[in-house]
């Protein structure tokens, strides 16, 4: 698998632009999930996963940082750098990028594996927990994404 996981070319659609003229916010988050959605194939968690176990993910913390704007129509690829992880947690790192290679977008997520029955938070089948130490040792190589772990807040002098 290729690290940082990059997700197939997509492309911004009209119908997410906003009145500025450039991709709505909340579609940032859009693209950042459909980008997850095919590194949590590799990982076990498909479209048949909660019918078949009865667990799924759940995002309890998602942070964007809007680096730069893109457009109606401009091909965007999405990364997935999982930072860290327990037996319930996934700590990850993604970066949107136009098709050129510049940098458009940053988002950090805690997603946590959840047994629907409670709903509570749930370890990872073993099979999957495999999967996901396979990928943390090749994002190892990786260091620390720049951006990860960054703060909100007005720096006072």
Do not use: C
């Amino acid at each position: 698998m290729q690290a940082p996981f990059q997700s197939t070319v997509m492309t911004v659609k009209p119908e997410w632009i906003d009145f500025n003229g450039h991709l709505n916010m909340a579609y940032y988050g859009v693209l950042f999930d459909m980008g997850a959605d095919q590194m949590f194939e590799h990982f076990g968690f498909g479209p048949d996963y909660q019918s078949r176990t009865g667990n799924t993910t759940y995002a309890a913390e998602f942070h964007v940082r809007y680096i730069r704007e893109v457009h109606v129509n401009d091909p965007v690829i999405v990364s997935y750098h999982l930072v860290d992880f327990d037996k319930k947690r996934l700590h990850s790192f993604q970066e949107l990028r136009h098709a050129d290679g510049w940098l458009a977008a940053t988002g950090e997520t805690m997603t946590l594996h959840v047994d629907q029955s409670g709903p509570r938070v749930a370890p990872m089948p073993d099979d999957v927990l495999a999967r996901v130490k396979g990928v943390a040792q090749a994002h190892a190589t990786l260091g620390k994404p720049e951006g990860v772990h960054a703060s909100i807040g007005i720096r006072r002098t």
